[in-house]
């Protein structure tokens, strides 16, 4: 089956905004940004007789859970436009909600939502399940890129074959133009770092898919689109930080990922590039870390 076509009473639309890291308890600015997306979907009438699905789970240093942020910030967007005509108070009446609040990743959301939706009876074993994602520009952006260039590692994969196990069969469809695109609320130097930041994850799940032994394809057809885009990201990168002498001291973590990337060649063993992939890994995280606009940097945060 096509996965357009949901014209079979078997399949069951279901829309799934993705968890976004709360700050104290609250919606951030990109959190806030994908709601703010679900809202102009439902004015223009594109969610009607669905599920609508918030998904995310209590992370550290919270209180509450990603999902009940964002459903939270919904109803006060509903509020907020209930006397006007045409409101979203019968818009959202339209749909079932349900919150998803125990997962920590992408495939635990869905996962976690085809489980409830059958325990609720929303959904029956042999059912279709349509899977519409609503979330950032870039969040979407790497996972069907990395979905397209290495199935063996892409959590829409892992997310159809679990489903399968309960009967259930997923549709997604890989062009990012049939889900609901929020634009990343910020354009600043730091944030354009975080985002080339964001780049470096594909050449870092290829890394894990060498370790996994998750490729039967050559390794040099396999790692040539994640090199190119690795080595294209740490090129913009140098370029941005030469803009600012702020930055000018990590010009040697950026090469140290680089050094890594250009190490992690195909003749190189599966254990060797383990160790690499450690020392990649980590000083991704601290870069995104220290790039990305809402992260709090008061004590250890690093850490």
């Not at 918030?54 to 964002?70: D, I, L, N, P, R």
């Not at 992690?264 to 991704?284: A, G």
Request: glycine share 4%; proline share 2%; charged share 20%.
């Amino acid at each position: 089956m096509n996965p357009e076509d949901t014209s079979s009473n078997n399949t069951k639309k279901i829309y799934v905004v993705l968890g976004k890291r709360l700050a104290a308890d609250q919606l951030t600015l990109e959190g806030q940004s994908r709601i703010d997306r679900l809202v102009m979907a439902l004015r223009c009438n594109e969610i009607d007789n669905s599920v609508l699905a918030f998904c995310g789970g209590v992370t550290k240093g919270q209180t509450v859970s990603e999902a009940s942020a964002m459903y939270r910030y919904l109803v006060s967007q509903v509020d907020e436009c209930s006397n006007q005509r045409g409101g979203l108070s019968n818009l959202l009446n339209r749909n079932h909600i349900l919150l998803e609040e125990s997962s920590t990743n992408t495939v635990e959301n869905i996962e976690n939502l085809a489980i409830e939706l059958l325990k609720t009876g929303q959904l029956q074993a042999g059912n279709q399940l349509h899977v519409t994602f609503i979330s950032s520009d870039y969040h979407l952006q790497r996972i069907f890129e990395i979905q397209q260039l290495m199935d063996e590692q892409g959590l829409l994969g892992t997310l159809k074959k679990r489903c399968e196990q309960s009967g259930l069969t997923v549709l997604v469809d890989y062009d990012i133009s049939r889900h609901f695109v929020a634009q990343y609320p910020y354009q600043h130097l730091e944030a354009q770092l975080f985002l080339l930041c964001d780049e470096l994850t594909t050449y870092r799940v290829y890394l894990e898919g060498v370790v996994r032994h998750s490729f039967t394809r050559d390794l040099e057809s396999v790692r040539s689109q994640p090199y190119r885009i690795a080595n294209s990201a740490l090129n913009r990168m140098n370029a941005l930080i030469q803009q600012s002498e702020k930055w000018s001291f990590l010009v040697s973590s950026i090469e140290l990922l680089r050094e890594c990337i250009e190490a992690t060649h195909c003749e190189q063993s599966p254990q060797m590039i383990e160790s690499y992939l450690i020392i990649f890994d980590t000083h991704l995280a601290l870069l995104n870390r220290w790039f990305d606009p809402e992260q709090s940097h008061a004590g250890r945060w690093w850490r």
